[in-house]
């Protein structure tokens, strides 16, 4: 058991009385430390920092909406200049949303403690395994001003940013490439800052793009003060769609699910316990709607943008029994809570479970008085109690919110009787 403060360091621009932009950070702490045993807390509890966020926002938003029409015009003319090697601008979707919307920044915020990607385009384009096509499409951004952002990256071992045989920081591309077929050695046309991509499989649900973020080389900030703006990379209208619809009755009921104080590593949690039970639940929540509605939306969007000649187009579904299923999956998570909690209660309440915690949280690590007295041992227990009540209503406020999204999406995918 661990008990870390909420703590994060955030660049936020707000105009001040004399109109210039100026880079604030904010620190927010908590009042107390934060239990995460059996738990995951959410990057940002602290309603005055998630005010400051909403305010910060807001006073960003008009430089946002110009950096995005900027960017937006720079992209439509870079694509224009590459059409030929298959890419397509979508004026009408792209002018739908140029920026993040505020409550999808706050969100994003709460659950990975940033939002890089607040201004972002989208770009057709078919032939995702042809590396000398996106290196036109590199070349016409650079001469509209635009290039890829630049990352450091910490070594997991060391905890130290990632250093070359020189001992000069290394620097990657932000660039995310989620598809079959592109290795680190068939980016080698694009260079070896480009070769340090990062790689990956398609998604479970067979999703795949190209995902990467563009700073402007006109402006002569630092790199990492510039602001990025996101492209990503679909195979045309169809996949768009279903990327929609897979996000709304997909996706946003699974994240819902994942923001309640639940581990849900089913290996963290004692084997037959109400954690144990909430894990494996979720897992099979989640597994069930990619099976039924993310793979075969993805698998038909790919089908219908290549035009695949007698591709079988597969049913967007979910039967009767497995529409059951999903439901009391949902329910039997709610009604577990109750013992979930009473079962980290108990273990919380135990003064050696207390005296871990204290020892290993980072007030303790500072303080110059290492003593910890009975006192200190009665309030850390009282403080604990009061957050697990906190949590407990706020996961059943959202489990009646996820089990509603589900009903949503068996209404939209459930084979009716």
């Given at each position: 058991m661990?008990?870390?403060?909420?703590?994060?360091?955030?660049?936020t621009?707000?105009n001040?009385?004399?109109?210039?932009?100026?880079?604030?950070r904010l620190?927010?702490?908590?009042?107390c430390?934060?239990?995460s045993f059996?738990?995951?807390?959410?990057?940002?509890?602290?309603?005055?920092f998630?005010?400051?966020?909403?305010r910060?926002?807001?006073s960003?938003?008009?430089?946002?909406?110009i950096?995005?029409?900027?960017?937006h015009?720079?992209?439509?003319?870079?694509i224009?200049?590459?059409k030929?090697?298959?890419?397509?601008y979508?004026?009408?979707?792209?002018s739908?949303?140029p920026?993040?919307?505020k409550?999808?920044?706050?969100d994003?915020y709460?659950?990975?403690?940033?939002?890089?990607d607040?201004?972002?385009?989208t770009?057709?384009?078919?032939d995702?395994?042809?590396?000398?096509?996106?290196?036109?499409?590199?070349?016409a951004?650079?001469?509209?001003?635009?290039?890829?952002?630049?990352?450091?990256k910490?070594?997991?071992?060391?905890g130290?940013?990632?250093?070359?045989?020189?001992?000069?920081?290394?620097?990657?591309?932000?660039?995310?490439?989620?598809?079959?077929?592109v290795?680190?050695?068939?980016?080698a046309?694009?260079?070896?800052?480009?070769?340090?991509?990062?790689?990956s499989?398609?998604?479970?649900?067979?999703?795949?793009?190209?995902?990467?973020?563009?700073?402007?080389?006109?402006?002569?900030?630092?790199?990492?003060?510039r602001?990025?703006?996101?492209?990503?990379?679909?195979?045309?209208?169809?996949?768009?769609?279903?990327?929609?619809?897979?996000?709304k009755?997909?996706?946003?009921?699974?994240r819902?699910?994942?923001k309640i104080h639940?581990?849900?590593?089913?290996?963290?949690?004692?084997?037959?316990?109400?954690?144990?039970?909430i894990?494996?639940?979720?897992k099979?929540?989640?597994?069930?709607?990619?099976?039924?509605i993310?793979?075969?939306?993805f698998v038909?969007?790919f089908?219908?943008?290549?035009k695949?000649?007698?591709?079988?187009k597969?049913?967007?579904?979910?039967?009767k029994?497995?529409?059951?299923?999903?439901?009391?999956?949902?329910?039997s998570v709610?009604?577990?809570?109750?013992?979930?909690?009473?079962e980290?209660?108990t273990?919380?309440q135990?003064d050696e479970?207390?005296?871990?915690s204290i020892?290993?949280?980072?007030s303790?690590?500072i303080?110059?008085?290492?003593?910890?007295?009975?006192?200190?041992?009665k309030?850390?227990k009282?403080?604990?109690k009061?957050r697990?009540?906190?949590?407990?209503?706020?996961?059943s406020?959202?489990?009646?919110?996820?089990?509603e999204?589900l009903k949503?999406?068996?209404?939209?995918?459930?084979?009716?009787?």
């Amino acid at each position: 058991m661990q008990i870390t403060p909420i703590s994060q360091n955030l660049c936020t621009n707000y105009n001040i009385q004399n109109k210039k932009t100026q880079t604030i950070r904010l620190q927010p702490q908590l009042s107390c430390d934060t239990v995460s045993f059996g738990a995951r807390a959410p990057k940002f509890e602290n309603s005055f920092f998630m005010d400051a966020l909403s305010r910060g926002y807001d006073s960003i938003e008009p430089e946002l909406i110009i950096t995005a029409k900027k960017f937006h015009a720079s992209l439509q003319r870079a694509i224009d200049k590459v059409k030929a090697y298959g890419f397509e601008y979508d004026v009408e979707y792209n002018s739908k949303c140029p920026i993040k919307h505020k409550n999808s920044v706050m969100d994003k915020y709460e659950r990975q403690g940033s939002a890089q990607d607040m201004i972002r385009g989208t770009v057709y384009w078919q032939d995702q395994q042809d590396v000398l096509s996106f290196k036109k499409f590199l070349e016409a951004m650079k001469e509209e001003g635009w290039i890829l952002a630049r990352l450091r990256k910490i070594d997991p071992e060391t905890g130290k940013f990632i250093k070359g045989k020189n001992g000069q920081i290394l620097r990657y591309p932000d660039l995310e490439i989620r598809q079959n077929g592109v290795t680190e050695e068939s980016l080698a046309p694009l260079g070896e800052f480009i070769q340090r991509a990062e790689i990956s499989r398609p998604r479970a649900s067979t999703y795949a793009d190209w995902q990467m973020r563009f700073v402007s080389s006109n402006n002569k900030a630092k790199m990492e003060d510039r602001r990025e703006c996101e492209v990503i990379f679909l195979y045309g209208k169809n996949y768009k769609d279903a990327k929609e619809l897979e996000h709304k009755y997909v996706y946003e009921p699974i994240r819902e699910l994942k923001k309640i104080h639940v581990d849900m590593d089913i290996e963290h949690h004692p084997r037959g316990s109400a954690g144990a039970t909430i894990a494996n639940n979720c897992k099979e929540i989640q597994k069930l709607l990619v099976q039924f509605i993310s793979k075969p939306l993805f698998v038909n969007a790919f089908n219908a943008d290549l035009k695949i000649k007698d591709a079988v187009k597969l049913p967007v579904e979910i039967s009767k029994a497995y529409s059951n299923l999903i439901i009391n999956y949902a329910n039997s998570v709610r009604k577990m809570m109750t013992t979930y909690y009473k079962e980290l209660n108990t273990e919380l309440q135990k003064d050696e479970r207390i005296i871990e915690s204290i020892k290993s949280s980072p007030s303790f690590q500072i303080r110059t008085n290492k003593t910890i007295d009975v006192q200190e041992i009665k309030e850390t227990k009282k403080a604990i109690k009061n957050r697990l009540a906190d949590w407990k209503e706020e996961d059943s406020e959202r489990m009646n919110k996820v089990i509603e999204d589900l009903k949503s999406t068996i209404t939209k995918f459930g084979i009716k009787d």
